[in-house]
């Protein structure tokens, strides 16, 4: 089971800036496919950017040039810029086993944003603008 723990939440005014952290303590290099998702009460889970095993990236159009996802060999990261009072949100990460989804001729471009093909969740951490 792998555990993913989710830092850097917080109070910011609109315009401002906040970085977001996802680590999956215990490893020393983490290869899943990954992306973030954010959900606000009432409301669907929507991914807002993904990262895969090599680093390809994919971002939802409403924060598409403020927002960057990255990685390193442990952590995912997620800066985002110019943020909105619509940004605030429940801010979760999300992981899968590239195979898992090789296995299943599961496309990460056309796929990244469905969050019923992910395996592993954080706890979350609040954004609020």
């Known amino acids: 089971q792998v555990q993913l723990v989710e830092s850097g939440g917080g109070l910011v005014q609109p315009g401002g800036s906040l970085r977001l952290s996802c680590a999956a303590p215990?490893?020393?290099?983490?290869?899943?496919?990954m992306a973030w998702f954010r959900q606000t009460p009432g409301k669907e889970r929507e991914g807002v950017a993904g990262i895969d095993s090599d680093g390809e990236t994919r971002y939802v159009a409403s924060v598409e040039g403020r927002f960057t996802i990255s990685r390193d060999s442990t952590k995912m990261y997620l800066q985002m810029d110019s943020l909105k009072p619509e940004d605030s949100a429940m801010y979760y990460c999300?992981?899968?086993?590239?195979?898992?989804?090789?296995?299943?001729?599961?496309?990460?471009?056309?796929?990244?944003?469905?969050?019923?093909?992910?395996?592993?969740w954080g706890q979350g951490t609040q954004v609020t603008v």
């Open positions: 215990g490893y020393t290099y983490f290869s899943y496919n």
């Open positions: 999300a992981a899968v086993e590239p195979m898992t989804w090789t296995l299943r001729g599961i496309d990460f471009a056309g796929s990244w944003r469905r969050k019923e093909e992910y395996s592993y």
